[in-house]
Structure formats: structure tokens, C-alpha cells
């Protein structure tokens, strides 16, 4: 496949219209992709092969055991080449219908005629795939894979996209070439690396020698596979202090009043410290409408959680390390401190945009999600009941300033963005992927705050400044 740039117009038989995308953007849809394993290490000879195998237009299988790092293999080849698609759309392969139901997600995704039947929808998109309408820069995974007589009438024969499968089934030998994740063995760099992380970690290899001669799978050390108790024991002993072995929580309130680290922050608020946090805070539009049922709110809930962990993945912050507080319809966010704050603004708007379109064009509109978000950076304190501060203040202020939920009603789009004056100046103003003419300056004054911040439309951006 050609990684060169170029505009993709949507085909002639699709109701949606995508941007150009710029060099630096990451996909326009991207969907149901694992989060990044942030443990992931070494094997970089298998991803070198597995890029030179996608390039040359092969299929690429990635076959093993269960466990032995194939999943988390596809994923960590999808974040190192995100640039480098329009399209990346991960299904789960193990069953037909689900393979099915992958398909016609990405068919309602990318206005196809029919989209709502799986009967039309499946075929309609294989085609659209194979003939490179609208996107020509496409990548499919299906991961699980079992017999290829299953998963093969699925595949866009021909097309100008790359297929990655992975699988435990040997019967893909004559189908492509396979590429095996070895386990890894005891002089492998990959095991050392935990030693410095905790003294401890060094008495794993030694245990495992003794109960088997057998190689050490990647899970028993880094605890990927998050199913697996004996996994999780092991990893505490790989874990910084702060982090309690199989309790990394997603939305589960901690003793300081959010969710994230508990430790820490109880240890935080104990002191009465402060930290300097990128402070966003998200809101949904609209949430509390009389024709909104309680299902309904509970699936946009639902659905602005699976938003914001995927597009926090994409700009390879962990969701599991930011402090978060849920206020029902939205939520505040505190970045962990060393973040680039330019490199995750630029990568996390867009894939804001994509993912809400995803969640939007797969359910009723009861349940769909236009979003506000507010963008600050500030000292924040803590104390026993949470976090205090005039830069939380302000952020909040922000996120219901009038301008900006006119700016979202008026807009054809899903995004509405606004950064306070003072991270416009010193981040956005200096960072091109953030497309800083495309920000409007505007007055803020809400409650006590009389101030100006700055907004922008990500997916219907402003030309230029007024």
C-alpha cells in the first residue's frame, strides 16, 4: 500500500463527507481498538516484520498461543502507525456474527446506502473497501480469527488496504505467511526491564525456573492479560507504589473523591499538596432533555465513557493514570502532570470527533452525544473531599460559557472546544497540529468569571480568525 498523502472525497454512494486529511492527523475512523499497553516492550524485530509484510500488500497473520502477546501485538503496530491510515477498524473475529456485526457498524459509520441491514450493510462495505470509496489508506484487523473458512468471505479481495489477523488456528498456513510471537526466554531484554522498576521483579525468573523449564510467557511478567488473577499477583511486584496490584478503576470513586490512583491521591490529600494538571472537562449537550429516558441517559453515560478512554488511548495517556471526577453529564478530567500538553491536544480533539461520530451513527438519537469540552492548565489542590482550586474554577466557568454552547448548537458538527486565554496563548497559539486560526476568540462571563477564552469546531472548523 502507498503511504503517500492524499485527499480521500467520499464516494459517490455514501450520505457522509469526510475532511482531507492532513499528514499529521490521525485516522478519520477509527474504531474499536484495545487501548495501549503501556508494559509493552522489545519485539521490535516482529514489528518490523509485520510493517515490511502490511507494506508489501500481503496479509498478515499473527498466530500463537493463547497469551502469547498477539493482541497486544496488532495494537501496539496500529499506535506506532497511526499517521499512516484514514481507516483503521478492529473486529473481533471469533464468531460470524460478530464479524457481521463489526461490518455493519463500519457501514453505518461511513454512510453506506442500506447500513441498518446486515444483509446490505456487510457486502456494501467489503465493496466499498475493496474498490477504496471513500478511503484508499484502510487497515482491518481481525483479531480471534478461527478457520479461515470462516473469516476469508469477509475479506475485501483485492483492495488497495492492508488485513491483519490474529489467530491460534494453524489452517491460515496456506492462506499467508504467519508471523509467530515467540514467548520469551529468560536472556530476553524484555525480562530485565522489570528489574529496575522493583527489586522484588527479580525473584520471578528464578521461581518460574523452578516449578518449569519452560520458556516465561509475557503476561505471567507484565500482566497484560487482565483476565488472569495469577497475572495480576505477579504484576504488584512490577507496580509503582502508588498502584495497588488488580485495581486500576474506570470511573469508581477512590477515598479522595475521584477515580484514579487512590493511593496517591489519598496520600496527596493527606498533606494537602498541589499539583499542575492540563484540567479538561467535558459536558454533554442537552443531557437532561424531558425526551431523554432514563435508558437513555444511561447509554449516553455509557457512551461519553467509551469515547473519552479510546481517544485518550490514541494520544498514549493512560486513562487508568488521570484523576477523574463524574458530575452525571460529563466529566472532569486532570492530566497527569508530565503530559505534553501540545501533543495531546492535537492528537485528542480529532480523535474526540471520530469517536463521537461512532457512537452517534450506531444508536437513536435519544442517545446520541454533542459534546462541549473546556480546556485549562492550572495548580490544583488537594485535601480529604477532593481537589479545589480557582484554575477548577475557571474550567468550569469555561465549559458553560454561553458562546460556547451557541458555538455547538449552531454547528453542523459533534465538538465544540474552548481553551482559557492563558493555554491558548502559551500551548495552542504555538502548536500548528492544533490549528490555531481555526480559534475564535470570545467574552467568558459566567458567575464571578469575567475573562475571554477561545473556541474552536473541530470537525466544522472556523476559517481563519474573524
Excluded at 496488532?74 to 478492529?90: K, P
Excluded at 491483519?164 to 514467548?183: D, H, K, Q
Aim: proline residues 8%; contains cysteine.
Amino acid at each position: 500500500m502507498t503511504r503517500g498523502r492524499s485527499s480521500h472525497p467520499s464516494a459517490p454512494d455514501t450520505a457522509r463527507t469526510f475532511p482531507t486529511r492532513q499528514p499529521e492527523d490521525p485516522p478519520l475512523v477509527f474504531g474499536n481498538v484495545p487501548p495501549r499497553d503501556p508494559n509493552f516492550t522489545g519485539r521490535d524485530e516482529l514489528l518490523d516484520q509485520l510493517t515490511e509484510r502490511l507494506s508489501s500488500g500481503a496479509t498478515a497473520v499473527l498466530h500463537g498461543l493463547g497469551g502469547i502477546g498477539k493482541t497486544q501485538m496488532a495494537t501496539e503496530y496500529i499506535y506506532r502507525h497511526l499517521r499512516d491510515y484514514d481507516l483503521v477498524w478492529w473486529i473481533d473475529a471469533a464468531h460470524t456474527t460478530q464479524i457481521r456485526a463489526g461490518l455493519t457498524e463500519l457501514a453505518g459509520l461511513l454512510g453506506l446506502q442500506g447500513a441498518s441491514e446486515a444483509n446490505i450493510a456487510v457486502p456494501a462495505v467489503i465493496e466499498a473497501l475493496r474498490t477504496g470509496r471513500p478511503f484508499r489508506r484502510w487497515l482491518l484487523v481481525f483479531d480471534a480469527a478461527e478457520s479461515p473458512e470462516t473469516v476469508l468471505p469477509f475479506f475485501p479481495r483485492n483492495g488497495p488496504g492492508e488485513i491483519m489477523i490474529t489467530s491460534r488456528n494453524s489452517g491460515w498456513t496456506g492462506v499467508a505467511r504467519r508471523l509467530e510471537p515467540a514467548v520469551l526466554n529468560r536472556d530476553d531484554r524484555s525480562v530485565e526491564e522489570p528489574k529496575t522498576r522493583k527489586p522484588a521483579a527479580r525473584q520471578i525468573p528464578h521461581t518460574c525456573a523452578f516449578f518449569s523449564p519452560e520458556p516465561i510467557s509475557r503476561d505471567l511478567l507484565t500482566g497484560v492479560s487482565r483476565s488472569s488473577n495469577l497475572a495480576w499477583r505477579f504484576r504488584g511486584l512490577f507496580a509503582p507504589r502508588s498502584e495497588s496490584p488488580g485495581k486500576h478503576h474506570f470511573g469508581k470513586p477512590s477515598r479522595a473523591g475521584l477515580s484514579g490512583r487512590p493511593r496517591e491521591k489519598a496520600a496527596m490529600a493527606a498533606v494537602g499538596g498541589s499539583r499542575h494538571h492540563l484540567i479538561m472537562v467535558a459536558d454533554v449537550a442537552g443531557f437532561g432533555e424531558p425526551s431523554r429516558t432514563g435508558p437513555d441517559q444511561r447509554a449516553v453515560r455509557e457512551g461519553l465513557y467509551d469515547v473519552m478512554k479510546t481517544a485518550f488511548a490514541a494520544t498514549e495517556t493512560a486513562w487508568e493514570d488521570c484523576h477523574r471526577g463524574d458530575r452525571g453529564d460529563g466529566i472532569l478530567v486532570l492530566v497527569p502532570s508530565g503530559v505534553d500538553k501540545a501533543a495531546f491536544i492535537q492528537a485528542v480533539l480529532p480523535m474526540l470527533v471520530t469517536r463521537l461520530r461512532v457512537h452517534n451513527d450506531t444508536c437513536a438519537k435519544e442517545q446520541q452525544i454533542h459534546l462541549r469540552v473546556a480546556l485549562h492548565a492550572g495548580e490544583v489542590g488537594y485535601d480529604p473531599h477532593g481537589f479545589t482550586s480557582s484554575s477548577l474554577t475557571l474550567a468550569f466557568r469555561l465549559c458553560d460559557a454561553p458562546p460556547l454552547k451557541e458555538a455547538l448548537a449552531m454547528s453542523p458538527g459533534v465538538l465544540a472546544v474552548i481553551a482559557s486565554e492563558s493555554l491558548f496563548g502559551e500551548v495552542v497559539r504555538h502548536t500548528p497540529g492544533a490549528a490555531p486560526a481555526t480559534w475564535r476568540q470570545v467574552p467568558v462571563k459566567v458567575k464571578e468569571i469575567d475573562t475571554t477564552g477561545w473556541v474552536t469546531l473541530p470537525d466544522h472548523p472556523y476559517v481563519g480568525h474573524p
